[in-house]
């Protein structure tokens, strides 16, 4: 796998480089935002990351013109702290974003979730709802995890769908028994609770402490938006 | 602008008004003018032709005044140069004042009447049937005339200066709300052209502060965060040689200082703001679960909205959580969302958070919202200060119309709440 890293920072550059040479990428620098272009423009990468503070260009004018003439998967990072930055990337092509100081081993999963993501197809591509790792896939109706596939019922991945597609909203057990259909059997009031808790042992990283799917008390349940974000 | 228009309406009718007034008391007051003289002069002369000569008996007076009244449809007085009553037709008129010799008009003590001078010195008062009604009602329409003139003829002025001065107010609003873009379209070459031309240099230099505290801010941002970066990606790469605490420890180091610049830059560019950028419904029990779960602390409640800034408001939660956390150590950390009515006006939304720390003594509940406050006894590096935490989460609150405040909790601990009105 190629990929061209666009960062004025020499020194980051340099390590990150060799961070991911020896995560078995093949990686080219470049220092500038007009030279990253033509980088692109000659050879084929895979994936592009991209610092949005260069010397020549403004890192989000790279993207749109890398974006203009091609499809190639793009990470942005950056060191301003904006965080309409984020909107305003997403929105002009970038496939994710992270701020610096970044973990490096969420640089690279991330970086592996993009190119995973961009090997379906663009309709197959909408259906999925992501969070974090975890990633929804209504049209295959199939729940995976950093890529891993875990098993759900019909009736608890309708549950989860649900909560998810209304994520940040507090939904009470009432509400989530009436927008699920599945078989009547399965639906009862303390029964929500039972498939909540297999949901979360296929899906948390510690059932005992969920991240993802949160109880309030006396409310119901609620879906996290931002889940395996590291600062926000 | 309707207020300024009736005062400026009132002025007009006012000073016209008081025009007339002191006018009509002038004309009054003073001495009858000559053409007029000459007509109550003429009438002198007349009248001593048709009236009984001084010393004529009473009746014989009544009768030649009851003849010319009826002519003339008025009441008549005839008294002596001392004022003695010498004949009258309808109620007596009191004549004119002591030692005055002018004829002319009179108004005081008997309504509004005309005096005579004979030649001889006896005085003829007359005075219309029914003058004082006419004259009221006369001097109602006469009013009502000159308010009505004057609210055509001021109508269209006073209309163009509050409507330009209402331009200008909603610019001014638009600008405080902020958008910093405001400008005026200067109209004329009055004082509210001036006005508006000093509003539109005012406003200019807000943008271009405004925007520059921006750029700082990015800026400062960008250079205290790439060496951080550069720190934090060669804390991963010191591989296996390398202490792994040492390692872990260089991590947590690292994103403390990432959180704190986070924060500095946030307390800064609050500071500079009036109100919030961002105004949207915030459903806040389902913020606190997300944050909740972060720190390993409940959370419960009722479904409650604040109307603001999500990020900001995610950054209020989670830096109460995790205050709670810190010094409420393993200890459980319950948040609770509910909503408080309020008589009169909308339920104000409540957030509390608790934990069984140590608690803050009663000395220092103001103290902790301080920034940087470091209670007294406790070392660098403790974990023990509150840093900018609170003092964001204060800061937070008051941009959204609340406020924070940290009470004693029964059985040992705290609770801090934040009350939304």
Known sequence: MRVLLIEDDRSLAAMLGEYLAEAGFAVERVEEGGAGLAALADGSFDAVVLDVMLPDLDGFEVCRRARAGSDVPILMLTARGDETDRIVGLELGADDYLPKPFNPRELLARLRAILRRRSLSPAERAGVLRFGRLEIDRDAREVRVEGERRELTSHQFELLRVLAENAGRVLSRDALMQSVRGSPLEAFDRSVDVHVSRIRSAIEDDPRQPRRLLTVRGAGYVFARSQDDAGD | ?421
Not at chain 2, 9 to 29: D, E, K, P, T
Not at chain 2, 52 to 79: H, N, Q, S, W
Request: proline share 7%; charged share 25%.
């Open chain 2, 1 to 421: 602008m309707r207020r300024l228009s009736l005062q400026l309406y009132g002025v007009c009718i006012g000073s016209l008004a008081l025009f007339f007034l002191l006018a009509s008391f002038a004309w009054m007051c003073g001495p009858a003018p000559p053409r007029e003289r000459a007509i109550f002069d003429g009438l002198a002369a007349m009248l001593v032709d048709v009236l009984p000569g001084p010393g004529a008996p009473r009746a014989e007076v009544d009768g030649a005044l009851a003849e010319l009244g009826e002519r003339f449809r008025t009441d008549l007085t005839l008294r002596g140069d001392d004022g003695a009553l010498l004949g009258a037709v309808g109620a007596p008129l009191p004549g004119p004042p002591p030692g005055r010799r002018e004829p002319g008009w009179l108004h005081r003590g008997g309504g509004h009447r005309a005096a005579v001078r004979l030649p001889d010195g006896r005085w003829l008062m007359s005075r219309a049937h029914r003058a004082r009604h006419w004259h009221g009602a006369a001097w109602l329409a006469g009013f009502g005339l000159l308010a009505v003139a004057v609210a055509v003829v001021a109508y269209p002025v006073v209309r163009r200066l509050t409507r330009r001065l209402e331009r200008l107010r909603a610019q001014v609003d638009t600008l405080g709300g902020g958008d910093l873009a405001a400008r005026v379209p200067v109209e004329g070459r009055d004082e509210v052209a001036a006005l508006a031309t000093s509003f539109n240099r005012a406003a200019e230099r807000i943008e271009r502060l405004v925007g520059a505290q921006r750029t700082l801010l990015a800026s400062a941002s960008h250079e205290l965060r790439s060496p951080l970066a550069r720190l934090r990606m060669g804390a991963e790469l010191l591989a296996g040689d390398a202490r792994p605490e040492l390692r872990e420890r260089m991590e947590k180091d690292v994103a403390e200082l990432d959180a704190l610049i986070a924060e500095l830059l946030l307390a800064s560019r609050l500071d500079g703001l009036e109100s919030l950028e961002r105004r949207e419904p915030v459903d806040l029990l389902g913020l606190v679960a997300e944050e909740a779960a972060r720190v390993g602390a409940s959370a419960e409640g009722e479904p409650a909205s604040v109307l603001g800034d999500p990020r900001l408001l995610r950054r209020l939660v989670r830096n109460l959580l995790e205050n709670a956390r810190r010094h409420g150590g393993d200890g459980p950390v319950d948040a609770r969302v509910g909503r408080e009515e309020v008589p009169g006006a909308e339920p104000a939304v409540r957030l509390r958070v608790f934990d069984r720390g140590p608690g803050v003594p009663a000395t220092e509940r103001e103290r902790i919202f301080e920034p940087f406050y470091r209670p007294e006894g406790v070392a660098e590096g403790d974990g023990g200060g509150f840093g900018l935490g609170l003092a964001l989460v204060r800061q937070i609150a008051r941009h959204h119309g609340g406020e924070v405040s940290c009470r004693p909790r029964a059985g040992g601990g705290s609770c801090f709440e934040v009350r939304f009105t």
